[in-house]
């Protein structure tokens, strides 16, 4: 069965921490995305990465295909950080297949 | 340029009526995917199109639930007889180089 877990569900941090958030996944995908969704509002495209590392501005993804684990981290962590942030896995169709989410807030 | 659309944003309905949601994908795109979001969890897959046909239904829940892409681009889920349990965000993304463009939802209440 194609399954996609998280970790943390929720996640407190202090204006500056580092954070990381992972996923790990069932078996071997075509592709791995991290998405983040705002209170109330749609569902925004971070990373797709299918191997290695990728980094933009403060956010970077990484994943490992023989462990079938992807961390997303967030240096020098803003309030204005604060979602949820999805992972998804792409595995042998189109459709992706979404873990639960994280929560994260950052207090000033 | 526009992004993938979605209407009404919120609908409230009764138990039992049926209900029609709309995604305007971002022009040009020729996959188009229906997910759905309960609270508190991430979205399940519902259905995927390619042009006009349906690639994958695998993840519709039952048969009061369908869609349609006629022209290939909007694209319509349709929901007959609605329970209490089909409340949910339903999301709509549209895709090219395998990257998804989400829409903001519809938020779907049946009271």
């Known amino acids: 069965k194609n399954e996609v877990e998280q970790s943390p569900q929720n996640l407190t941090a202090q204006e500056g921490e580092f954070i990381t958030i992972n996923c790990s996944y069932s078996v071997g995908i075509s592709a791995l995305h991290w998405l983040q969704q705002h209170p109330g509002g749609g569902i925004v495209s971070l990373f797709m990465?299918?191997?290695g590392k990728k980094k933009h501005g403060r956010l970077i993804a990484t994943i490992n295909i023989q462990e079938k684990h992807s961390s997303l981290h967030i240096t020098a962590s803003h309030p204005r950080d604060s979602a949820v942030y999805i992972c998804?896995?792409?595995?042998?169709?189109?459709?992706?297949?979404f873990g639960t989410g994280t929560r994260l807030q950052v207090f000033p | 340029g526009a992004g993938v659309s979605q209407t009404p944003s919120n609908k409230v309905t009764e138990k039992g009526k049926y209900v029609e949601l709309r995604c305007d994908p971002i022009s040009g795109h020729t996959a188009l995917y229906w997910y759905r979001q309960s609270l508190g969890q991430g979205p399940e897959f519902l259905i995927y199109?390619?042009?006009?046909?349906?690639?994958?239904d695998s993840g519709l829940p039952n048969d009061r639930f369908f869609a349609v892409r006629p022209e290939g681009s909007v694209s319509t889920l349709k929901i007959q007889r609605t329970e209490r349990g089909d409340s949910a965000v339903y999301l709509c993304?549209?895709?090219?180089?395998?990257?998804?463009?989400f829409g903001p939802g519809t938020r779907l209440t049946v009271l």
């Open positions: 199109f390619q042009g006009t046909g349906a690639a994958d």
């Open positions: 993304a549209s895709s090219a180089n395998n990257e998804q463009f």
């Open positions: 998804a896995a792409r595995f042998n169709t189109d459709k992706l297949i």
């Open positions: 990465l299918s191997s």
